[in-house]
């Protein structure tokens, strides 16, 4: 897969298109210093519980989604993002089809 083009203006939600009851990521940049990942997933679909050892900044670009952490709820609607702080337990479910662009900063 290869990674977006530098220097250029990125249309992020036309970049990573829906499929049929499934979770869609690709990977836009990524570095030592971290990564950047854009997502699309179907309704119903989700990343099960699990950890990351840096934080993460989850931003919701369409849609609607429940992100879990640390077993609490927290439901995001297009334009708002959340921080999944480090080695905190955390899933995502798609209340309704979403696109979401998550940047992992390894510190």
Excluded: C, W
């Excluded at 869609?24 to 997502?39: D, H, M, P, Y």
Aim: glycine share 6%.
């Amino acid at each position: 897969m290869s990674l977006a083009p530098k220097s250029q203006i990125l249309k992020l939600p036309e970049m990573v298109a829906y499929q049929e009851g499934a979770v869609v990521s690709r990977q836009i940049t990524k570095a030592e210093a971290g990564n950047v990942t854009l997502f699309a997933f179907d309704e119903g679909q989700e990343l099960s519980e699990h950890t990351a050892p840096y934080d993460a900044l989850l931003h919701l670009l369409e849609g609607e989604a429940e992100v879990r952490i640390s077993g609490q709820p927290h439901d995001l609607q297009a334009g708002e993002a959340i921080i999944l702080p480090a080695n905190a337990p955390h899933a995502v479910r798609a209340r309704a089809k979403f696109k979401m662009l998550l940047t992992m900063i390894r510190a």
